[in-house]
């Protein structure tokens, strides 16, 4: 069945390090992928997405990786801030379907 | 005012009772989903949207039923709350294009004792 999984549940940083939290996904069909952020108490919020023509897109701080061939996902945090303590959940859809989430990974910045 | 709104944000509740969880939008957005979510098992679809007429089972649907009473109001109802319904309930909306992915509302806490 369709999964999308995360290899690390939790990852801690120092302040100034770069993160990365990595994201695997099963269902080959998937065309978009999203990454979210979700601080104690609050919703997810929308951090950054990327569609399956692409293998890289940059936001502020942020960078996603897509790689289709062995179905992995990445997001990429430079200079990683205390701000940036959060659960973050990467998400995918194929065509028209609803996005589905994975578990979640817990990053803590150590300051 | 919050783009999308959910109430109550907290809730506990006994067993076998009924329960609706509201939620609003601000966003102007036509699809509208349910998500549950608990500890170590991400958010999980029970219900979704895409228009006024147009209702659809998610992942996790037992147990409850959804009503779109109009293109901004979309709420849950647990028929007869179990304990394992507790949980963070989260209502979300987007447009017909996957951009940006969905906006979140700020969830209700249920605990059904």
């Known amino acids: 069945g369709e999964s999308v999984g995360l290899h690390l549940p939790t990852l801690s940083v120092q302040e100034g390090d770069n993160s990365i939290i990595n994201c695997a996904y099963s269902?080959?069909?998937?065309?978009?992928f999203i990454w979210y952020k979700q601080e104690s108490g609050k919703g997810p919020q929308f951090i950054i997405d990327?569609?399956?023509?692409?293998d890289k897109r940059q936001g502020q701080r942020v960078t996603v990786l897509l790689n289709k061939t062995v179905k992995h996902l990445s997001l990429q945090i430079a200079a990683t801030q205390p701000g940036d303590s959060a659960v973050y959940f990467c998400?995918?859809?194929?065509?028209?379907?609803?996005?589905?989430f994975g578990k979640g990974t817990r990053l803590s910045v150590i300051a | 005012d919050a783009d999308v709104t959910q109430t109550p944000r907290n809730r506990i509740t006994k067993t076998g009772k009924r329960i609706m969880l509201e939620c609003s939008q601000t966003?102007?957005?036509?699809?509208m989903y349910w998500y549950r979510q608990d500890p170590g098992l991400g958010l999980r679809l029970i219900y979704y949207?895409?228009?006024?007429?147009?209702?659809n089972k998610g992942e996790i649907s037992d147990g409850y039923s959804v009503s779109r009473q109009a293109q901004a109001k979309f709420s849950l109802s647990l028929e007869s709350a179990i304990p394992n319904q507790t949980a963070l309930y989260f209502c979300?909306?987007?447009?017909?294009?996957?951009?940006?992915?969905?906006?979140f509302g700020s969830g209700t806490r249920l605990t059904v004792v």
């Open positions: 979300a909306t987007s447009t017909t294009v996957h951009n940006y992915g969905y906006t």
């Open positions: 949207s895409f228009d006024v007429k147009d209702i």
């Open positions: 269902n080959s069909a998937s065309d978009y």
């Open positions: 966003k102007g957005h036509d699809r």
């Open positions: 990327i569609r399956s023509n692409m």
């Open positions: 998400a995918e859809s194929a065509g028209n379907t609803p996005l589905v």
